[in-house]
């Protein structure tokens, strides 16, 4: 039962998710419990944090960090003890367990999209809880425009690990109809453009720069086959996305993509470090599983979201 009197609350996001609005679902969620206060830390770049001052001389009930968490110095200084953080596995994927264990000290109850995460962090003595998301696949239109034998891809090129020439050793022999191609790499990064041969040998239309959602999701309908983006994601919007609409997910053999993708069932898992060609023969058997599992997914995390809520609640 959800507590209608709501409390006090700071929640701090990564403020790159402006764009890409990848944790409305977590604020809408908190907004049953909490009058949330959304404050966007722009120290990533160089920018501004959220000053203690401020949190302290508003008093907040509780304090909420997506994705960053701020230094221990930075915690201690804090009167609100009701601490919650939303880690992402892309961004600690590389931090070591002596950089995690500073921070048991401050009791912080961490809320894990990510089961290799929660993993770690339960074994170091975290209070820790677990939850997978979907998409709701009702919100989203089910790709009908492309015939099943036509292979449609769509990549973004968000970053240099996962670039044309990796996408180009995937589909090998596959025979492509076309791709559409975002350039529009995350910031710190600059991508390389496919060859005036590839664009003509492939039927690759370049779409850049940032585009509005509307125009997203209209590109995505043209396809039918969908390169995950990022070697790790800490949830992953993209491509439960592309799962949800039905489309054949092909990723790389890590988290968070390969705590949803099947190999051979709903999407296709390869290593990144020596990617080859994958037969997409089977492809139209793949998109139906993926919608299928997408929706029996999004019941799962209807029944099972109220969990965080009253894992936060209780001291």
Known sequence: ??????????????????????????????SEEYALT???????????????????????????????????????KLNCKRIVWYPM???????????????LPFNIKIVSFSKILFNKLSKMGFDSIYLQYYMNPNSLNENHLIKDNDINIFFWNRVNKINW??????????????????????????????????IEKYNIKIIKGWI??????????????????????????????ALALGMCVIAPNNATMNEYII???NGYLYDLRNSK?????????????????????????????YKMLEFIKFP
């Open 1 to 30: 039962m959800i507590n209608k009197t709501k409390k006090s609350a700071a929640y701090i996001d990564h403020s790159f998710h402006k764009k890409t609005k990848a944790s409305e679902f977590v604020k809408k969620l908190l």
């Open 38 to 76: 959304e404050l966007w830390d722009e120290s990533w770049k160089g920018g501004k944090g959220i000053s203690v001052d401020y949190l302290n001389k508003n008093n907040f009930h509780t304090i909420f960090f997506f994705q960053n968490l701020p230094p221990c110095k930075y915690l201690k």
């Open 89 to 103: 596995w892309d961004s600690e994927v590389n931090r070591s367990y002596s950089e995690w264990l500073r921070y």
């Open 165 to 198: 020439q990796t996408v180009k050793r995937l589909i090998g022999n596959n025979k492509i109809n076309k791709v559409i191609f975002r350039n529009n790499p995350d910031p710190g990064y600059k991508i390389l453009l496919p060859s005036e041969k590839d």
């Open 212 to 241: 509005e959602k509307d125009k997203y999701k209209k590109l995505l309908s043209e396809c039918n086959v969908f390169i995950a983006p990022r070697p790790y994601e800490g949830i992953g919007m993209s491509f439960l996305e």
């Open 263 to 265: 190999l051979g069932e």
């Open 277 to 305: 060609e994958i037969d997409l023969s089977n492809f139209v058997e793949i998109r139906k599983n993926a919608r299928r599992m997408a929706i029996n997914g999004f019941k799962k995390w209807e029944q099972e979201k």
